[in-house]
């Protein structure tokens, strides 16, 4: 098989028109130059060039190699360099994995604003709140409760979360207000289905367990956050899916002063190496919109 270097220098030496003028352009010296040529001579079995002291010249079989080979050395030279511009700018297509319920809490404004900071970036999302396999969904990023299970990802963690409880105004005009975490037995609670299917218990910081009755469950947070909007009931949430809810006062606290930590969110790559620019930015971006004041989180920093 050809050796494409040995082609590529091939080329130089007849656009240059001598070793010496070649050499300067690849960086290497003339006589390695000549080896190079050599070599490839050898693998064809035909003479490239006519070398003199003062003039080279192709040969009839060097100028129909030539003719066929240049333009593709050319191409594949700037594909290159191409992918080194690209590399240096945040572009091409980003596809997220998160949970079913990312934009109750991921302003889609936040995704206008991300879109025109970076014109030459695409993002295409996958919700579901099952995990992502990211290697056979061929997902770039992914957010998610708990560490990854696939042994070559990469997570760093992303923000901590707390649990709380959130009711509709509505709901609390109608019912009354708990009056601590054991009066919840008394209150319709919106349950998150697991598929274990095991009963609903809610555990809340220095509570303990309380089971709890639930006309309404269901399986995805995003269902629990629709019941809790409309009234159903009392809905135990991460605070971070219920905040937009609770600045518009579609939602309140309820038991303001418990809460139960949720564990961390982590940022997951399916690689550490050569992270894509346009992933990095991305990162960062919702890194800083979800941890600020307004969210009233704490962003964790990053790990070295």
């Given at each position: 098989?050809?050796?494409?270097?040995?082609?590529?220098?091939?080329?130089?030496?007849?656009?240059?028109?001598?070793?010496?003028?070649?050499?300067?352009?690849?960086?290497?010296?003339?006589?390695?130059v000549g080896r190079y040529v050599q070599k490839l001579e050898t693998q064809l079995g035909t003479r490239l060039m006519q070398r003199s002291?003062?003039?080279?010249?192709?040969?009839?079989?060097?100028?129909?190699?030539?003719?066929?080979?240049?333009?593709?050395?050319?191409?594949?030279?700037?594909?290159?360099?191409?992918?080194?511009?690209?590399?240096?700018?945040?572009?091409?297509?980003?596809?997220?994995?998160?949970?079913?319920?990312?934009?109750?809490?991921?302003?889609?404004?936040?995704?206008s604003e991300f879109l025109a900071l970076?014109?030459?970036?695409?993002?295409?999302?996958v919700l579901s709140d099952e995990p992502a396999d990211l290697i056979a969904q061929g997902i770039d990023v992914a957010f998610?409760?708990?560490?990854?299970?696939?042994?070559?990802?990469?997570?760093?963690k992303f923000l901590?979360?707390?649990?709380?409880?959130v009711a509709s105004p509505a709901y609390i005009q109608k019912n009354g207000t708990p009056a601590n975490f054991r009066a919840l037995a008394t209150h319709d609670c919106l349950i998150q289905t697991t598929k274990s299917g095991t009963p609903p218990v809610w555990r809340l910081n220095g509570t303990g367990d309380l089971k709890v009755s639930a006309r309404?469950?269901?399986?995805?947070?995003?269902?629990?956050?629709?019941?809790?909007?409309?009234?159903?009931?009392?809905?135990?949430?991460?605070e971070v899916?219920?905040?937009?809810?609770?600045?518009?006062?579609r939602l309140i606290r309820v038991l303001p002063h418990i809460a139960r930590e949720a564990g961390d969110v982590y940022v997951v790559l399916p690689s550490r190496k050569q992270v894509p620019r346009a992933v990095s930015a991305f990162v960062r971006y919702a890194a800083t919109k979800l941890a600020s004041?307004?969210?009233?989180?704490?962003?964790?920093?990053?790990?070295?």
């Open positions: 098989m050809l050796d494409l270097n040995e082609i590529a220098v091939f080329v130089e030496v007849a656009r240059a028109g001598s070793f010496a003028e070649a050499g300067r352009h690849l960086g290497m010296p003339p006589p390695t002291t003062r003039k080279l010249r192709l040969t009839e079989a060097g100028q129909v190699f030539f003719d066929r080979c240049a333009a593709s050395v050319t191409a594949l030279a700037q594909a290159g360099q191409d992918l080194v511009i690209s590399n240096e700018t945040p572009s091409g297509l980003i596809r997220v994995a998160a949970p079913a319920g990312f934009f109750d809490a991921f302003s889609v404004d936040w995704v970076y014109p030459q970036v695409n993002l295409e999302f998610r409760a708990g560490l990854p299970l696939h042994p070559d990802s990469v997570a760093r901590t979360q707390r649990f709380i409880l309404f469950a269901a399986n995805t947070s995003r269902a629990i956050l629709r019941a809790a909007v409309a009234g159903l009931g009392i809905a135990m949430l991460a899916v219920v905040a937009p809810n609770l600045r518009a006062g004041d307004e969210m009233r989180l704490d962003l964790v920093p990053e790990e070295q």
